[in-house]
């Protein structure tokens, strides 16, 4: 069964810093992964996601991540944070073959101006 | 084009009652997932249609909640005797191949 961990569940950035978001992920098998972001008051918006091409996935919002399976790992990065980057941030996992989207706790970015 | 929408935006109901929660997806998408998102329990897998085969009802937390889809198309999700815990919002997503599940604004159902 696939299990995902967010570490950090609120993380604080100066305007113009960079974000980086944790996600790991636990799988026999190299997994689907995405990342979402949601708004408050909103649903989720897929931001990016890797289906085994490329490992350096570039999505919307100057966001991307990168997949690392010798660290299981996906993280989400942004080089400068604006202030309208300020949402939940979500990890999920999907398996080959599977469609059930597992989702880590979410982490929540603040960003100071 | 038009995304997943849903019915109502916010729902308040007394301990007890039934409510049915509505999910439009978008056109053409074949497969349609409920999630619930409570701060307890963070996103949870509810219910999976794809096409018209049998549905995945493996997520759902108890027999009181059940969910259908007519014409492959859109999809209520009715929880009977709602009680407190039942309080969160739903969330509705379809989507057609490559496992991109594009989500609605939810659903906020308070049981009071």
């Known amino acids: 069964a696939q299990s995902v961990t967010q570490l950090g569940s609120h993380v604080s950035v100066s305007e113009g810093a960079l974000v980086l978001l944790r996600c790991n992920y636990s799988?026999?098998?190299?997994?689907?992964l995405f990342w979402y972001v949601q708004y408050p008051n909103q649903g989720l918006q897929l931001l990016l996601k890797?289906?085994?091409?490329?490992?350096l996935v570039k999505g919307i919002n100057g966001f991307e991540a990168e997949f690392k399976k010798s660290e299981t790992s996906f993280h989400l990065t942004k080089p400068s944070a604006h202030m309208s980057d300020a949402a939940e941030y979500f990890c999920?996992?999907?398996?080959?073959?599977?469609?059930?989207?597992?989702f880590g706790k979410g982490t929540k970015l603040s960003v100071i101006p | 084009g038009a995304g997943v929408s849903q019915s109502p935006s916010n729902k308040v109901t007394e301990k007890g009652k039934d409510v049915e929660l509505r999910c439009d997806p978008i056109?053409?998408?074949?497969?349609l997932y409920w999630y619930r998102q409570s701060l307890g329990q963070g996103l949870e897998f509810l219910i999976y249609?794809?096409?018209?085969?049998?549905?995945?009802k493996s997520g759902l937390p108890s027999d009181r909640f059940s969910a259908e889809r007519t014409g492959g198309s859109v999809s209520t999700l009715t929880i009977q005797r709602t009680q407190q815990e039942d309080s969160a919002v739903y969330l509705c997503?379809?989507?057609?191949?490559?496992?991109?599940?594009?989500f609605g604004p939810g659903t906020r159902l308070t049981v009071t």
């Open positions: 997503a379809s989507s057609s191949i490559g496992y991109e599940q594009y």
């Open positions: 799988s026999s098998v190299p997994p689907y």
């Open positions: 890797y289906t085994s091409a490329a490992t």
């Open positions: 999920a996992a999907t398996g080959a073959g599977s469609y059930q989207l597992t």
């Open positions: 056109s053409g998408h074949t497969a």
């Open positions: 249609f794809q096409g018209n085969s049998a549905p995945d």
